[in-house]
């Protein structure tokens, strides 16, 4: 399977907001599931969102619950993070994967496809 690749990253301001695109390529977003993850340096991989490619059900991590968005456009083939009210522990390389599979309920191991990833730092 061809990698996803991420992008929209950059450096903004606490409280600022930011949209990541990851662009999908070798199959459909009718095919599988997309998950967002993000990896701070020194901690480990975390799940962030994941967006269902049953029914387009929608899935976040406790920690951006309420601030992060996660939408697709079936017709780019390109999902989408919206990240909003931006904290400075929100700073990590944000990366986009799929499960190979429908639904959201895989375990991280289980994704593939990485890509290089995106950079966003929240600082003042």
């Known amino acids: 399977q061809l990698p996803l690749v991420e992008s929209g990253g950059g450096l903004v301001q606490p409280g600022g907001s930011l949209r990541l695109s990851c662009a999908v390529s070798?199959?459909?977003?009718?095919?599988?599931?997309i998950g967002w993850f993000r990896q701070a340096p020194g901690k480990e991989r975390e799940g962030v969102a994941c967006?269902?490619?049953?029914?387009?059900?929608?899935f976040y991590g406790d920690s951006v619950q309420g601030r992060f968005a996660i939408s697709r456009d079936n017709a780019k083939n390109t999902v989408y993070l919206q990240m909003n009210s931006l904290k400075p522990e929100d700073t990590a390389v944000y990366y986009c994967?799929?499960?190979?599979?429908?639904?959201?309920?895989?375990?991280?191991?289980?994704?593939?496809?990485w890509g290089q990833g995106t950079q966003v730092t929240v600082s003042s």
């Open positions: 070798g199959f459909t977003l009718d095919d599988y599931a």
């Open positions: 967006i269902s490619s049953i029914d387009g059900r929608t």
């Open positions: 994967a799929t499960p190979y599979e429908r639904s959201c309920q895989a375990s991280q191991d289980e994704f593939g496809s």
